[in-house]
Protein backbone atom coordinates (compact mmCIF):
# COMPACT_ATOMS: atom_id res chain seq x y z
CA UNK A 1 0.00 0.00 0.00
CA UNK A 2 1.04 3.67 -0.46
CA UNK A 3 1.58 6.09 1.87
CA UNK A 4 2.19 10.08 1.98
CA UNK A 5 3.52 11.80 4.65
CA UNK A 6 4.01 15.82 5.20
CA UNK A 7 5.90 16.19 8.39
CA UNK A 8 5.19 20.11 8.69
CA UNK A 9 1.58 20.85 9.85
CA UNK A 10 2.09 24.07 9.79
CA UNK A 11 4.39 26.59 8.46
CA UNK A 12 4.77 30.29 8.08
CA UNK A 13 6.54 32.47 5.96
CA UNK A 14 6.78 36.33 5.16
CA UNK A 15 5.49 38.00 2.32
CA UNK A 16 8.31 37.66 -1.20
CA UNK A 17 10.30 35.29 0.81
CA UNK A 18 10.42 31.30 -0.53
CA UNK A 19 8.97 28.77 1.26
CA UNK A 20 9.92 24.67 0.83
CA UNK A 21 6.78 22.23 1.94
CA UNK A 22 8.08 18.81 2.59
CA UNK A 23 6.92 15.14 1.38
CA UNK A 24 7.65 11.89 1.33
CA UNK A 25 6.01 9.02 0.03
CA UNK A 26 6.26 4.93 0.16
CA UNK A 27 5.95 2.52 -3.12
CA UNK A 28 6.52 -0.40 -4.62
CA UNK A 29 5.42 0.86 -7.82
CA UNK A 30 7.61 2.52 -10.64
CA UNK A 31 5.01 4.69 -12.61
CA UNK A 32 3.27 6.98 -10.70
CA UNK A 33 2.18 10.76 -10.63
CA UNK A 34 3.07 12.69 -7.75
CA UNK A 35 0.94 16.32 -6.96
CA UNK A 36 0.42 19.21 -4.94
CA UNK A 37 -3.00 20.42 -4.27
CA UNK A 38 -3.86 23.88 -2.51
CA UNK A 39 -6.76 24.24 -0.61
CA UNK A 40 -7.08 28.11 0.44
CA UNK A 41 -9.78 28.83 3.38
CA UNK A 42 -13.63 28.07 2.37
CA UNK A 43 -12.24 27.72 -1.04
CA UNK A 44 -12.44 24.55 -3.60
CA UNK A 45 -9.26 22.92 -3.61
CA UNK A 46 -6.92 23.14 -6.64
CA UNK A 47 -4.03 21.26 -8.52
CA UNK A 48 -1.20 23.33 -8.35
CA UNK A 49 1.93 20.95 -9.98
CA UNK A 50 2.43 17.66 -10.75
CA UNK A 51 5.55 15.30 -11.60
CA UNK A 52 5.76 11.86 -13.50
CA UNK A 53 7.66 9.71 -11.92
CA UNK A 54 9.36 8.65 -15.16
CA UNK A 55 10.70 12.60 -15.70
CA UNK A 56 13.88 13.22 -14.16
CA UNK A 57 13.19 16.65 -14.86
CA UNK A 58 11.23 18.42 -11.53
CA UNK A 59 8.33 20.50 -12.50
CA UNK A 60 7.66 23.84 -12.54
CA UNK A 61 4.48 25.97 -12.82
CA UNK A 62 5.41 29.74 -12.33
CA UNK A 63 6.20 31.04 -9.05
CA UNK A 64 5.94 26.84 -7.83
CA UNK A 65 8.14 24.32 -8.47
CA UNK A 66 8.99 20.47 -7.07
CA UNK A 67 12.34 18.72 -6.37
CA UNK A 68 11.59 15.05 -6.85
CA UNK A 69 14.30 12.32 -5.53
CA UNK A 70 12.53 9.34 -6.55
CA UNK A 71 15.35 7.36 -5.14
CA UNK A 72 14.47 9.07 -1.47
CA UNK A 73 11.02 9.00 -2.22
CA UNK A 74 10.99 12.99 -1.45
CA UNK A 75 8.70 15.40 -3.23
CA UNK A 76 9.00 18.88 -2.07
CA UNK A 77 7.40 22.00 -3.10
CA UNK A 78 8.95 25.50 -2.96
CA UNK A 79 7.20 28.36 -3.40
CA UNK A 80 9.24 31.30 -4.43
CA UNK A 81 8.12 35.31 -4.05
CA UNK A 82 4.99 33.90 -1.75
CA UNK A 83 2.07 36.43 -1.84
CA UNK A 84 -0.94 36.58 0.50
CA UNK A 85 -3.21 34.67 -1.51
CA UNK A 86 -0.60 31.80 -1.01
CA UNK A 87 -2.06 30.89 2.30
CA UNK A 88 -3.36 27.74 2.33
CA UNK A 89 -3.76 24.05 3.39
CA UNK A 90 -1.62 22.46 0.52
CA UNK A 91 -1.60 18.77 0.09
CA UNK A 92 1.35 16.18 -0.88
CA UNK A 93 -0.50 13.48 -3.43
CA UNK A 94 0.53 10.19 -5.18
CA UNK A 95 -1.39 8.34 -8.42
CA UNK A 96 -0.29 5.10 -9.69
CA UNK A 97 -0.35 5.20 -13.25
CA UNK A 98 -3.11 2.48 -14.33
CA UNK A 99 -2.21 1.55 -17.92
CA UNK A 100 -5.41 0.71 -20.44
CA UNK A 101 -8.28 3.04 -18.80
CA UNK A 102 -8.59 4.72 -15.50
CA UNK A 103 -6.08 6.15 -13.60
CA UNK A 104 -5.64 5.11 -10.00
CA UNK A 105 -7.10 6.52 -6.85
CA UNK A 106 -5.21 9.72 -4.62
CA UNK A 107 -3.95 8.82 -1.78
CA UNK A 108 -3.07 12.28 0.71
CA UNK A 109 -0.67 13.13 3.09
CA UNK A 110 -2.38 14.65 5.89
CA UNK A 111 -1.63 18.86 4.30
CA UNK A 112 0.57 21.12 5.65
CA UNK A 113 -0.74 24.84 6.48
CA UNK A 114 0.90 27.56 5.55
CA UNK A 115 0.20 31.35 6.33
CA UNK A 116 2.10 33.87 4.16
CA UNK A 117 2.56 36.62 6.73
CA UNK A 118 2.60 40.66 5.13
CA UNK B 1 -13.31 25.32 -16.80
CA UNK B 2 -14.81 22.07 -14.91
CA UNK B 3 -17.12 22.35 -12.72
CA UNK B 4 -18.44 20.32 -9.70
CA UNK B 5 -21.35 21.43 -7.61
CA UNK B 6 -21.89 20.24 -4.38
CA UNK B 7 -25.77 20.86 -3.04
CA UNK B 8 -25.42 22.33 0.32
CA UNK B 9 -21.88 23.98 1.67
CA UNK B 10 -23.46 23.92 5.54
CA UNK B 11 -25.67 20.92 6.45
CA UNK B 12 -26.75 19.77 9.74
CA UNK B 13 -28.40 16.68 11.24
CA UNK B 14 -29.70 14.53 13.73
CA UNK B 15 -28.26 11.17 14.69
CA UNK B 16 -30.01 8.42 12.77
CA UNK B 17 -31.14 10.68 10.07
CA UNK B 18 -30.48 9.66 6.76
CA UNK B 19 -28.42 12.02 4.41
CA UNK B 20 -27.86 12.64 1.17
CA UNK B 21 -24.39 14.33 0.03
CA UNK B 22 -25.06 15.51 -3.96
CA UNK B 23 -22.68 16.34 -6.17
CA UNK B 24 -22.98 17.23 -9.95
CA UNK B 25 -20.27 17.85 -12.48
CA UNK B 26 -20.28 19.36 -15.76
CA UNK B 27 -17.32 18.06 -17.91
CA UNK B 28 -18.94 14.54 -19.13
CA UNK B 29 -16.57 13.37 -16.61
CA UNK B 30 -16.38 9.64 -16.22
CA UNK B 31 -14.85 9.11 -12.56
CA UNK B 32 -16.28 10.68 -9.75
CA UNK B 33 -15.05 10.07 -6.25
CA UNK B 34 -16.17 10.77 -2.47
CA UNK B 35 -13.52 11.97 0.20
CA UNK B 36 -13.75 13.06 3.62
CA UNK B 37 -11.45 15.38 5.25
CA UNK B 38 -11.09 15.49 8.98
CA UNK B 39 -8.18 18.13 10.76
CA UNK B 40 -4.94 16.75 10.85
CA UNK B 41 -5.93 13.05 8.72
CA UNK B 42 -5.90 15.07 5.21
CA UNK B 43 -8.62 13.22 2.76
CA UNK B 44 -9.31 9.95 2.96
CA UNK B 45 -11.23 7.97 0.13
CA UNK B 46 -15.02 6.80 0.78
CA UNK B 47 -16.11 5.56 -2.61
CA UNK B 48 -15.71 6.10 -6.37
CA UNK B 49 -17.13 5.26 -9.67
CA UNK B 50 -15.80 4.76 -13.00
CA UNK B 51 -19.20 4.43 -14.66
CA UNK B 52 -23.05 5.16 -14.05
CA UNK B 53 -24.13 2.66 -12.08
CA UNK B 54 -20.83 1.14 -11.18
CA UNK B 55 -19.76 1.51 -7.54
CA UNK B 56 -16.19 0.99 -5.53
CA UNK B 57 -15.38 0.96 -2.10
CA UNK B 58 -12.57 3.79 -0.82
CA UNK B 59 -10.41 3.07 2.16
CA UNK B 60 -13.29 4.27 4.60
CA UNK B 61 -16.69 3.22 3.18
CA UNK B 62 -18.50 1.91 6.41
CA UNK B 63 -21.59 3.61 7.36
CA UNK B 64 -22.02 4.88 3.84
CA UNK B 65 -23.61 4.13 0.41
CA UNK B 66 -23.23 5.95 -2.63
CA UNK B 67 -25.16 6.17 -5.95
CA UNK B 68 -24.64 6.85 -9.85
CA UNK B 69 -27.80 6.88 -11.66
CA UNK B 70 -26.61 9.47 -14.01
CA UNK B 71 -23.19 10.33 -15.04
CA UNK B 72 -23.04 13.76 -14.20
CA UNK B 73 -24.68 12.96 -10.54
CA UNK B 74 -23.00 11.07 -7.52
CA UNK B 75 -25.09 11.21 -4.20
CA UNK B 76 -23.04 9.88 -0.93
CA UNK B 77 -25.70 8.34 1.61
CA UNK B 78 -25.31 8.32 4.93
CA UNK B 79 -27.85 5.81 5.90
CA UNK B 80 -28.28 6.63 9.43
CA UNK B 81 -25.82 9.95 10.55
CA UNK B 82 -24.16 9.38 13.25
CA UNK B 83 -21.58 11.88 15.44
CA UNK B 84 -18.50 10.52 14.18
CA UNK B 85 -19.99 11.62 10.36
CA UNK B 86 -19.31 15.16 11.53
CA UNK B 87 -16.96 16.12 8.91
CA UNK B 88 -16.34 17.94 5.65
CA UNK B 89 -16.84 15.87 2.57
CA UNK B 90 -15.31 16.68 -0.79
CA UNK B 91 -16.67 15.46 -4.07
CA UNK B 92 -14.19 15.34 -7.14
CA UNK B 93 -14.47 14.44 -10.96
CA UNK B 94 -12.14 13.30 -13.52
CA UNK B 95 -11.61 12.56 -17.24
CA UNK B 96 -11.20 8.88 -17.43
CA UNK B 97 -7.38 7.87 -18.90
CA UNK B 98 -6.25 11.62 -17.74
CA UNK B 99 -4.25 12.24 -13.77
CA UNK B 100 -6.34 15.00 -12.96
CA UNK B 101 -9.46 15.48 -10.22
CA UNK B 102 -11.33 18.33 -10.14
CA UNK B 103 -13.29 19.10 -6.69
CA UNK B 104 -16.18 20.60 -5.29
CA UNK B 105 -16.53 23.21 -2.56
CA UNK B 106 -17.34 20.66 -0.31
CA UNK B 107 -20.25 20.38 2.23
CA UNK B 108 -19.67 21.01 6.21
CA UNK B 109 -21.37 18.60 7.59
CA UNK B 110 -22.72 18.44 11.27
CA UNK B 111 -24.73 15.76 12.97
CA UNK B 112 -25.71 16.49 17.06
Known amino acids: AQTVTQSQPEMSVQEAETVTLSCTYD???????LFWYKQPPSRQMILVIRQEAYKQQNATENRFSVNFQKAAKSFSLKISDSQLGDTAMYFC???????????????FGKGTKLSVKP | DVKVTQSSRYLVKRTGEKVFLECVQDMDHENMFWYRQDPGLGLRLIYFSYDVKMKEKGDIPEGYSVSREKKERFSLILESASTNQTSMYLC???????????FGPGTRLTVT
Open chain 2, 92 to 102: ASQEQGWYEQY
Open chain 1, 93 to 107: AFMKHVYGGSQGNLI
Open chain 1, 27 to 33: TSENNYY
